[in-house]
């Protein structure tokens, strides 16, 4: 059975063969403040198709509390998010920041959503009170079969007007386990394919097609229901796996709460990580 996951920790697992004998891949596996970090770098064309993702690096962060309860755990997951950008972003030049997905398909909606919660300044780069402030562009791109537009060809063309340092990108991605779903945050400076874990891989946005570093953000919001059923039958004892049609995906009930939880926890770290030392107290205050 094929892995469906966009998570590049859950590739290094279930290939963890390949990736030794390649000898092109480093990681590491560490705990700061209860929040579960891995870190994986591919350093070699060899370690890239080991794991099957391209060469760069990618930070995983996992909570194992639910954040939809637990406020401060949303606050210390936004600024281990922060700590963890912040490094993969240039220290100049205006960022924009782009939301991947379809507004109106709840477990599609996170990067839209994480868009309603970021600080635009691009505009007011000329008033006193943003002096401060680093210049910030953001756009929600939609999905082709809204817009009849390739995503990366809108953020394409965006990108020859404003001409950004760097873009950030944030989609929701697919998984090989339940217990990730919305609760384990990835960060790579490889950039994304839009609906690659979703049986719906669109064009890549990354240095090579928008001319500019982009760093992608994505949670995990679906499963695919082959994954679940036949590790039900492996822990069941049983052989084999499940046969099920390919393309049905699997997200939590309060798939709404988590996403709304999510894209806050986002927000805020990028947020952080663009502007310095901003507060979460500021940014909601600057948010309404």
Same mark, same amino acid.
Request: charged share 20%.
């Given at each position: 059975?094929?892995?469906? +996951?966009?998570?590049?920790?859950?590739?290094?697992?279930?290939?963890?063969?390949?990736?030794?004998?390649?000898?092109?891949?480093?990681?590491?596996?560490?705990?700061?403040?209860?929040?579960?970090?891995?870190?994986?770098?591919? %350093?070699?064309?060899? &370690?890239?198709?080991?794991?099957?993702?391209?060469?760069?690096?990618?930070?995983?962060?996992?909570?194992?509390?639910?954040?939809?309860?637990?406020?401060?755990?949303?606050?210390?997951?936004?600024?281990?998010?922060?700590?963890?950008?912040?490094?993969?972003?240039?220290?100049? &030049?205006?960022?924009?920041?782009?939301?991947?997905?379809?507004?109106?398909?709840?477990?599609?909606?996170?990067?839209?959503?994480? *868009?309603?919660? *970021?600080?635009?300044?691009?505009?007011? =780069?000329?008033?006193?009170?943003?002096?401060?402030?680093?210049?910030?562009?953001?756009?929600?791109?939609?999905?082709?079969?809204? +817009?009849?537009?390739? +995503?990366?060809?809108?953020?394409?063309?965006?990108?020859?007007?404003?001409?950004?340092?760097?873009? @950030?990108?944030?989609?929701?991605?697919?998984?090989?386990?339940? #217990?990730?779903?919305?609760?384990?945050?990835?960060?790579?400076?490889?950039?994304?394919?839009?609906?690659?874990?979703?049986?719906?891989?669109?064009?890549?946005?990354?240095?090579?097609?928008?001319?500019?570093?982009?760093?992608?953000?994505?949670?995990?919001? @679906?499963?695919?229901?082959? +994954?679940? @059923?036949?590790?039900?039958?492996?822990?069941?004892?049983?052989? &084999?796996?499940?046969?099920?049609?390919?393309?049905?995906?699997?997200?939590?009930?309060?798939?709404?709460?988590? %996403?709304?939880?999510?894209?806050?926890?986002?927000?805020?770290? *990028?947020? =952080?990580? *663009?502007?310095?030392?901003?507060? %979460?107290? #500021?940014?909601?205050?600057?948010?309404?």
């Amino acid at each position: 059975m094929e892995n469906r +996951t966009d998570m590049a920790e859950e590739l290094h697992g279930s290939r963890a063969g390949a990736c030794e004998k390649s000898g092109g891949i480093e990681s590491e596996l560490f705990y700061e403040d209860g929040i579960r970090i891995s870190r994986i770098k591919v %350093i070699s064309k060899e &370690g890239a198709e080991a794991i099957g993702k391209p060469q760069g690096a990618y930070v995983t962060l996992s909570v194992g509390g639910d954040l939809q309860s637990d406020g401060a755990a949303v606050f210390a997951l936004s600024k281990k998010i922060a700590e963890n950008l912040r490094p993969l972003l240039p220290e100049e &030049g205006e960022i924009l920041v782009a939301g991947l997905g379809n507004r109106f398909i709840t477990p599609d909606s996170l990067g839209p959503k994480v *868009i309603d919660r *970021i600080i635009v300044t691009r505009h007011l =780069m000329g008033e006193p009170y943003f002096s401060g402030f680093r210049p910030v562009c953001a756009i929600s791109a939609g999905v082709l079969g809204c +817009t009849g537009v390739e +995503t990366a060809e809108i953020i394409k063309g965006v990108c020859s007007r404003v001409r950004p340092a760097a873009v @950030v990108a944030i989609d929701s991605l697919a998984s090989l386990s339940v #217990d990730r779903l919305c609760r384990s945050f990835q960060i790579s400076d490889t950039g994304i394919v839009p609906g690659a874990g979703a049986y719906n891989a669109r064009r890549a946005l990354d240095r090579q097609t928008l001319g500019v570093p982009v760093v992608a953000l994505g949670v995990p919001t @679906v499963v695919d229901a082959e +994954t679940i @059923v036949s590790d039900a039958l492996k822990s069941a004892g049983a052989d &084999g796996h499940a046969k099920i049609s390919p393309g049905l995906l699997v997200t939590p009930k309060d798939i709404d709460a988590l %996403i709304q939880k999510s894209a806050k926890a986002l927000s805020y770290g *990028i947020n =952080m990580a *663009i502007q310095g030392d901003i507060s %979460i107290s #500021d940014i909601e205050q600057f948010l309404g």
